[in-house]
């Protein structure tokens, strides 16, 4: 029992010096070495925890985006599901884009095509939402395309904005592609004007506080 719960600090340990590291050094630049002699520890406990290097990546990433939503939801001011849905997306990537270091590491782990079944599983978690709320009539089929195409091109466009091929505003960014999802979804024009029209002035009065290396929260600015 007693080496059963060193083993779970130990796990735990490791995971919160791999956010320290891969935020302030990035993800390519950190090695297991790198991660074993911060901590002291035998290098051979990093693949008996986790795997890879990448596992390790995937974590960090599925728990901040995890964390993120439920801070975007709870500061996001609507009843409006779908609205709010895409505000916090808005806000994820905002907050991506606009810190250096944590756009460093979404860039690193999206050319390693690490982060793709991660947000794939979130994506499907708020399209979900956007069907739900707007009571749409689509299959679980028709709905697995749209998670495909989708997620392929928002990570794509995020990423080629991220490292300057895409030179329009952020805010014209989101417009065009969340038009493309909602119109994937096969909502009408009107209502998806109206859903981004809400969402980016929504996100507009939100701002992030970073309160750890992966940790955010989000508060209400004055109009």
């Known amino acids: 029992m007693a080496s ?14 791999c956010k ?9 630049d950190t090695s297991f070495q790198d991660i074993s002699e911060a901590l002291n520890i035998n290098k ?3 693949p008996y925890h986790f795997g890879t290097k990448n596992n390790i990546a995937r974590e960090i990433l599925d728990e901040f985006i995890n964390n993120q939503r439920n801070a975007a939801l709870e500061a996001i001011d609507t009843d409006d599901q779908s609205v709010a849905t895409i505000t916090s997306l808005m806000l994820f990537y905002t ?4 810190d250096e270091k944590l756009k460093r590491f979404w860039v690193e782990i999206a050319v390693a095509n690490v982060n793709a079944d ?8 708020f399209l979900h939402s956007i069907v739900e709320a707007d009571k749409i009539d689509i299959s679980e089929e028709e709905l697995f395309t749209i998670y ?11 990423k080629n904005f991220a490292i300057g091929l895409i030179t329009e505003p952020l805010t014209k960014v989101f417009r065009k592609q ?46």
């Open 148 to 158: 495909c195409i989708e997620n392929g091109m928002e990570i794509e466009v995020m």
């Open 44 to 46: 051979g406990l990093l």
């Open 95 to 98: 907050l991506i884009l606009e």
């Open 178 to 223: 969340y038009t493309a999802t909602l119109f994937l979804l096969g909502l009408s024009n009107e209502r998806i004007n109206d859903i981004l029209t809400q969402s980016g002035k929504l996100a507009s009065n939100i701002r992030a506080k970073r309160i750890g290396y992966f940790e955010v929260e989000y508060e209400m600015i004055n109009n």
């Open 20 to 28: 320290e590291l891969f935020y302030e050094n990035g993800f390519d």
């Open 4 to 17: 059963y719960s060193v083993g779970i600090q130990t796990k735990k340990r490791i995971f919160e010096k």
């Open 118 to 125: 991660i947000e794939f599983w979130n994506k499907e978690v």
